[in-house]
């Protein structure tokens, strides 16, 4: 087990600097002089050639990349132009929101489609199969931005249940201020969830091993409950997984409509201020985050299921 | 013909491709019945709700909802199908390539979507635009530059296994080029399934697009573009929620829409048993 | 990392643990974030409120903006010669408890004077420095120099602690300490700047309440709906179409001000052809400013005759432009335009107001053959982009930090300047000579003409399409007393009380 793990480690390697360079030569599209585009006037001549020998714009190329890698490394991820301090600084203080809104909002999106799913499964193939899948097919189409706005407008301004932004002070608060911004994010995970739950659920109840607890005297719940519903959720987990990368993408959007101090948030100021090493560090970091979140969640796949091995 | 019928005995396909007919018959139709016009400003009848005049209400400067609405349309449609079926294209393309003559192009290929997979499509979207400042050109660089990898992967994959089948055996023993092997034998082939997802990711890209808007990094006014409107409407939510609810719900109907569609064509296609 | 280490701690603790909330708290909502805290280097809205409610300036603008106040100079005195400017300091302390020194005077203006202040022209007429004790200064001008007093009353000459600022260099900044009502106490960039109470401000009593919250909401009506849901004590610029509504409300006061403050249309005229008086008139005449007033800004503006918001030695008999399309089309005729042309106008997008002045302006020059194309662009965009030049048409604006209009003129008008006639590159050489026999000129009638005149020469020149002077609205809960939004754009919190 631990040395599965260990070499999956180490296959992460290639792909973490794979997404330092592919980060750094999608940011390389930009048309003309970066320090120009970002400084415009704002900086004399003298202070722009300081700056672009700051940022190593004089070198070539490759030596432009390594510095930047050099900068993944130390854990910096660049300076940033307008607050003057490390990304890493400025990422640290908002990760907490966005992985709290990511967990938060899966957690939502389970309890939202484990009840559907297993009616699904019960009915397979009937009208209420077919109107829970219609039900979620309508869900996903909401674009989520839309979505906040409507919730905003229903369940905060009409209802007055739910605050209408911001981070609040102590677990309670937040679960009650984040849960709008979860909702949003989880509702298009719970689609994802019913979807492979309702399958892997249909598939499990005909597994061979049910016949044999049945046999055993156990009762339909029973059965339901310690088997089938058991495992099915275990595969599920790699289908969280799989998608953390839409989840997360999906964060920014939320909260900056919420105002969380979140990654998301970070990631539209910096582009609103231009500050293109924020802009840079911060996507790498977000896809670091994201293989991160799909090791951790295979790791915790095959603890869960030993049958599973992480090769 | 099998496929025609298939798609039509599955109900969600017919109803997904009733829903986009009837958008783009009004979409057609409007320009031609409506007495409003989407641009002209009217003060004095600003903010009005829906009325059989004005069915979705008029927004603050006293233009005709609906009509920017239909309008809209136009614009999110144009956008969203050429940011998802020309990186379509160039996806299938480099797919097929990769699958068929393998080695280190394909490994490359696949190290390279492997490792572009891993940044979140609204992160590296919005990135992209952000960097290369707002405007409708840079828009479908964005989309250009993130859209073809999916594409490519999954049409790899299929001309991984149609590659091995026989009557691609057979066409190469009697010495066909290889871009008649690749187009007229792999291809129509491996497509389906990329056609299945590209009706899904027409409806992340058309709700990307007026996201892109939403934070002002997209399209520009007075473009009726959806989420323009949307974010247009927001300081009026309260005293005039039509302004929101409409082009939102539009959006939706775009995406239920091509939901359905590729539910269809995905039954339809699915191969018997 | 440490440090980096730590902002994650605390970021973390603060989303699980309850904090106390025991002391008094003000809440604020403000839509714009501010950039630094570094007076000599910022110019946005945001920055500048902030300072004043953290730092103090040796004078400042009474409330209502007619005249000059005490700040940390608790008396002032102008030779006869208008060459030396006396003033007697009060025992003021820092937060930190220093006292507040001629020496930290010196250095405070000294820097604001100096190279790496955006400033510096409004300081430098001050060529000497004597102290003459810990608390008396003497600053010696050159010449005379009717706008020194005024601009030691603006944010930039903030007085800041000499020995903390030179130790720390920038990083001073991040963690300021000043002499003002309140001391920084959190900064949560994007999203909230805590404020406390400064034990050792002068104001004996003040301020009335311990800790300030400036939380930044940008959507205009995220802010009303926290006001209502009474998440916020206070709002700053709430949606002006919703006012009327807000003010219905049960437990919530409205409040409105006209600041020093004007919104127009920047024409570049270095470029065809807005190069040609005539077409800029003949836009000026082109846009029903009642309508802009009405529709856009609800009622709550004025229409403008120039660029000059109504301040000291406004000409109140000067009339805007009459709205008349053929007047247009025929001055356009004149120039040859006579079937319009086409224009790109720039719009700040996170300014909701101009993105629909952009628009209805669109719809406005649609009679004249001119075709506009919007091009929006965030603030910082804007402000670069037109400075250096690039741009046709821009919708814009400008607020006073002074109640002098010397600092608007030299901005708006006047070319060479700092801002270059506000990047429209007009120019005239009358209003130049007046500009700078203004400067030495007493207080009085004649100084009054030459603002007339150079006002009259602006309206007349139109580098600018006139649109309006905006009025600035705010709302707090009922029992809050004593906010209010100054001429000058900013707000003072050290008299505002809880009324229960």
Redesign the interface.
């Given at each position: 087990m631990l040395r599965s793990i260990l070499q999956r480690l180490l296959m992460l390697i290639p792909?973490l600097i794979?997404?330092t360079?592919?980060?750094f030569l999608?940011?390389q599209?930009?048309?003309g002089d970066p320090v120009e585009r970002a400084m415009?006037?704002?900086a004399s001549a003298e202070e722009m050639d300081a700056m672009r020998r700051q940022w190593g714009l004089d070198q070539p190329m490759w030596r432009q990349y390594l510095l930047f890698l050099r900068d993944c490394i130390t854990?910096s991820f660049g300076t940033s132009l307008?607050?003057?301090l490390?990304v890493?600084?400025?990422v640290?203080?908002?990760?907490?929101?966005t992985l709290?809104i990511v967990a938060y909002s899966t957690v939502l999106a389970l309890l939202i489609a484990m009840p559907f799913a297993i009616l699904a499964a019960l009915r397979r193939g009937g009208m209420v199969d077919l109107a829970i899948r219609?039900l979620f097919?309508?869900v996903?189409?909401?674009?989520?931005?839309?979505l906040c706005?409507?919730f905003?407008?229903w369940l905060?301004?009409g209802l007055?249940l739910f605050?209408?932004?911001?981070?609040g002070?102590?677990?309670?608060?937040?679960l009650h201020r984040l849960f709008l911004p979860s909702l949003v994010v989880g509702l298009s995970t719970a689609a994802l969830i019913q979807q492979s739950l309702r399958a892997t659920l249909i598939e499990t109840m005909s597994a061979d091993y049910v016949d044999t607890a049945r046999a055993k005297g156990l009762s339909r719940v029973q059965v339901f409950t310690r088997h089938i519903l058991r495992n099915s959720l275990i595969s599920t987990i790699s289908i969280v997984g799989v998608r953390i990368?839409?989840i997360?993408?999906?964060t920014?959007?939320v909260e900056?409509i919420f105002?969380v101090?979140g990654l998301g948030?970070?990631?539209?100021?910096?582009?609103?201020?231009?500050d293109?090493p924020v802009?840079?560090g911060?996507?790498v970091i977000?896809?670091?985050l994201?293989?991160l979140v799909?090791l951790l969640t295979d790791i915790a796949y095959s603890i869960a299921d030993p049958r599973v091995s992480l090769d | 013909m099998t496929f025609l019928y298939k798609f039509c005995r599955n109900r969600s396909g017919l109803v997904g491709l009733a829903m986009l007919l009837v958008l783009s018959i009004a979409v057609l139709l409007t320009p031609i019945l409506s007495p409003h016009n989407p641009f002209q400003l009217n003060f004095g009848a600003a903010l009005r709700p829906p009325s059989a005049e004005h069915w979705f209400g008029t927004d603050n400067f006293g233009r005709d909802v609906f009509t920017r609405v239909i309008a809209g349309a136009v614009y999110d449609l144009r956008l969203a199908l050429i940011c998802v079926f020309g990186p379509a294209a160039i996806g299938v393309v480099i797919g097929l390539v990769a699958g068929y003559f393998g080695g280190a192009v394909d490994s490359a290929l696949m190290r390279l979507t492997d490792i572009a997979w891993a940044f979140p499509f609204y992160v590296l979207v919005l990135a992209i635009v952000g960097v290369l400042g707002p405007s409708e050109t840079n828009l479908y660089i964005a989309f250009f530059l993130v859209n073809w990898i999916g594409y490519a992967r999954i049409v790899r994959g299929e001309t991984l296994v149609t590659a091995r089948l026989e009557y691609v055996e057979a066409a190469r023993v009697l010495r066909y080029s290889r871009p008649r092997i690749l187009f007229r034998h792999i291809m129509p082939n491996t497509i389906t399934p990329a056609l299945v997802y590209s009706m899904s990711d027409v409806v992340l890209t058309v709700q990307a697009i007026a996201a892109l808007s939403f934070f002002g990094l997209g399209v520009q006014p007075p473009a009726p573009e959806w989420g323009l409107l949307i974010v247009e409407s927001i300081d009026y939510m309260r005293e005039a929620p039509w302004m929101t609810l409409f082009p939102g719900l539009a959006l939706a109907w775009v995406g239920i829409g091509f939901s359905l569609v590729g539910e269809g064509l995905s039954t339809a296609l699915k191969p018997e048993g | 990392m440490n440090r980096s280490m730590r902002a994650l701690l605390a970021s973390g603790c603060m989303m699980l643990s309850a904090g106390m909330l025991s002391a008094e708290t003000l809440r604020v909502a403000m839509g714009v974030d501010p950039v630094s805290l570094d007076p000599i280097a910022t110019s946005d809205n945001a920055s500048i409120w902030t300072q004043l409610l953290i730092y103090d300036t040796l004078i400042r603008p009474s409330k209502d903006g007619t005249d000059l106040e005490p700040g940390l100079a608790e008396s002032w005195e102008v030779s006869e010669d208008g060459l030396t400017l006396t003033f007697k300091l009060r025992e003021a302390k820092f937060s930190d408890g220093t006292p507040v020194t001629a020496e930290d005077v010196q250095f405070s203006l000294e820097r604001a004077a100096s190279e790496q202040s955006s400033w510096a022209g409004f300081f430098r007429p001050i060529t000497g420095y004597e102290i003459t004790g810990e608390h008396e200064i003497k600053l010696m001008l050159d010449k005379p120099f009717t706008p020194a007093l005024n601009n030691l009353a603006m944010f930039s000459g903030a007085i800041l602690p000499k020995k903390l600022v030179e130790a720390q260099g920038d990083a001073f900044f991040v963690d300021p300490v000043g002499s003002g009502p309140y001391a920084l106490a959190e900064w949560t960039r994007g999203s909230q700047i805590a404020l406390e109470e400064n034990p050792h401000y002068w104001q004996e009593g003040k301020p009335f309440i311990e800790n300030v919250e400036l939380n930044i909401v940008t959507e205009g009506s995220a802010r009303t709906i926290k006001l209502e849901a009474g998440e916020v004590d206070a709002i700053i610029d709430p949606p002006l179409n919703q006012i009327e509504k807000l003010r219905t409300k049960e437990g919530i006061v409205v409040g409105s001000a006209v600041p020093y403050r004007s919104d127009f249309v920047l024409l570049n005229t270095t470029k065809a052809p807005f190069d040609d008086e005539k077409v800029r008139r003949a836009l000026n005449m082109a846009v029903d400013k009642k309508a802009l007033i009405e529709g856009i800004l609800y009622g709550a503006g004025k229409i403008a005759a120039s660029a000059m918001p109504p301040m000291r030695y406004a000409d109140e008999s000067l009339e805007p432009y009459a709205y008349d399309l053929e007047k247009a089309k025929a001055l356009l005729d004149e120039a040859g335009l006579g079937d319009g042309f086409e224009a790109e106008l720039l719009v700040n997008s996170g300014m909701a107001a101009h993105r629909n002045v952009a628009v209805a302006l669109q719809a406005m020059m649609q009679p004249l053959g001119v075709k506009l194309n919007i091009q929006m662009v965030e603030g910082g965009t804007h402000w670069e982009t037109t400075k250096a030049g690039n741009y046709e048409m821009a919708v814009s604006f400008a607020t006073s930090d002074t109640i002098d209009p010397d600092q608007l003129i030299g901005f708006l008008a006047v070319n060479p300047e700092r801002a270059n006639a506000y990047h429209t590159e007009w120019k005239s050489e009358r209003l130049n000579e007046l500009y700078q026999k203004e400067r030495v000129t007493e207080n009085g009638e004649a100084r009054g003409e030459m603002f007339g005149e150079m006002v009259q020469l602006l309206h007349d020149g139109a580098p600018y399409i006139f649109l309006y002077h905006p009025a600035s609205a705010w709302a707090t809960r009922a029992n809050v007393e004593g906010f209010e939004i100054l001429p000058t754009s900013n707000f003072r919190l050290e008299d505002v009380k809880f009324t229960d």
């Open positions: 792909v794979g997404i360079l592919l980060g999608l940011l599209v930009v048309p415009g006037t704002r854990g307008f607050h003057k490390p890493s600084t400025l640290l203080e908002r990760l907490p929101f709290a219609q097919v309508f996903i189409a909401l674009p989520p931005f839309w706005f409507l905003i407008l905060s301004l007055g605050p209408t932004g911001g981070i002070d102590g677990l309670v608060q937040n990368g839409w997360i993408g999906s920014v959007v900056k105002s101090p948030s970070l990631l539209i100021d910096a582009i609103v201020s231009r293109f802009i840079r911060l996507t977000f896809a670091m994201v293989v799909n | - | -």
